[in-house]
């Protein structure tokens, strides 16, 4: 499980085959401004669903924003 600042790179195609060829499981943020504090109030808040993700069988990409988590189309194979 990889946590990222950037939702972006399941759209970028060399970060998006990286993801892809090795079944890799990635939570980002949706907002790139975000503090660290507030970094760590969303993993709180959608800790039973980070964990949930952390058992599913990988690859893709999670954005997590303040209203929702959300699943992004990874841009690979």
Avoid: W
Avoid at 32 to 56: F, R, S, V
């Amino acid at each position: 499980m990889m946590l990222a600042k950037d939702h972006r790179l399941a759209a970028r195609p060399l970060e998006a085959y990286a993801i892809y060829a090795h079944d890799a499981k990635v939570v980002a943020f949706a907002r790139g401004d975000l503090t660290a504090g507030k970094m760590g109030d969303l993993c709180i808040q959608y800790e039973q669903k980070i964990h949930g993700l952390a058992l599913a069988p990988g690859p893709f990409v999670f954005s997590i924003s303040a209203h929702e988590i959300t699943r992004k189309r990874l841009n690979a194979p």
